[in-house]
């Protein structure tokens, strides 16, 4: 994979079409709004609603323009083998030393999320994972250790 693709699953890709519309669309009209009202309170210099808006402008800005710049680069994955696993796939795996359940969605860095148990396939643990079968065991390397997992399912 080129290092210029930003992968990503069809829910991520889904996700970043969805925020860029509303950046573009209300969210500019609001601020727009906002900056309109803050100006018509006069002394710009001393104005904090004005010196707000700007900033959360600025950074609304910058934000469409980097979701321009991934959906341009985007690979969408669409796996249907679930004999290994791929980016777009969950995983159910075995913590052996705590014989523990734990279930991933392997995705793309740009859709990672931990609280919603989506990792990165650039992880050590989601690098760990590509390519590998059920049953097989996987060792990853972590900060606060040697951690093994048995690899129950593979789901899309």
């Not at 209300?26 to 018509?40: D, M, Q, V, Y």
């Amino acid at each position: 994979m080129s290092n210029d693709e930003i992968i990503l699953t069809p829910e991520g890709l889904r996700n970043l079409e969805q925020e860029l519309e509303e950046l573009k669309g209300p969210r500019r009209r609001e601020l727009a709004s906002r900056i309109k009202t803050a100006i018509s309170y006069g002394d710009l210099k001393e104005n904090s609603e004005y010196h707000s808006a700007k900033e959360e402008q600025a950074f609304m800005e910058t934000r469409i323009l980097t979701i321009e710049q991934m959906l341009k680069r985007a690979k969408v994955v669409t796996n249907m083998d679930t004999s290994k696993v791929q980016v777009g796939m969950t995983v159910v795996l075995n913590d052996i030393e705590f014989a523990e359940k734990i279930e991933y969605k392997i995705v793309g860095a740009a859709e990672a999320d931990v609280n919603e148990n989506k990792i990165s396939y650039e992880s050590p643990l989601g690098q760990a994972l590509l390519n590998r079968k059920v049953g097989d065991v996987i060792t990853v390397n972590a900060p606060m250790g040697v951690i093994e997992y048995k690899l129950l399912e593979i789901k899309l």
